[in-house]
């Protein structure tokens, strides 16, 4: 199983930026994909991003040009970089990890304000 543990998440204004992380532990080694995933209020958890250990990433067409995933192999961690944020950005943010197992992060909280 593996261990993941989310940072970055916060209040932003419309437009501006921030920077999530996730780093994983215990068995990182058979991690195949890493990414996120989102839910809003009253709304199914959806895919915003993912990377493979390849590096191929998938991007929801929500966020295409203004969000960028990226992987650390060495460090087991993965970044959210998210530019000219939107208010419907506004979510619990969950890290996910795919290997042998589906694991994922507890979620952090990243709101826009208009």
């Known amino acids: 199983q593996v261990q993941l543990v989310e940072s970055g998440g916060g209040l932003v204004q419309a437009g501006g930026s921030l920077r999530l992380s996730c780093a994983a532990s215990g068995s990182s080694f058979s991690i195949n994909r890493m990414g996120w995933y989102r839910q809003a209020p009253g709304k199914q958890r959806e895919l915003v991003a993912t990377?493979?250990?390849?590096?191929?990433?998938i991007y929801a067409d929500s966020v295409k040009g203004r969000f960028t995933i990226a992987r650390d192999n060495a460090k087991n961690t993965v970044y959210l970089e998210m530019n000219s944020l939107k208010p419907e950005d506004t979510a619990v943010y969950y890290c996910?990890?795919?290997?042998?197992?589906?694991?994922w992060g507890q979620g952090t909280q990243v709101t826009v304000s208009s």
């Open positions: 996910y990890a795919f290997g042998t197992t589906w694991d």
């Open positions: 990377v493979t250990s390849g590096g191929r990433t």
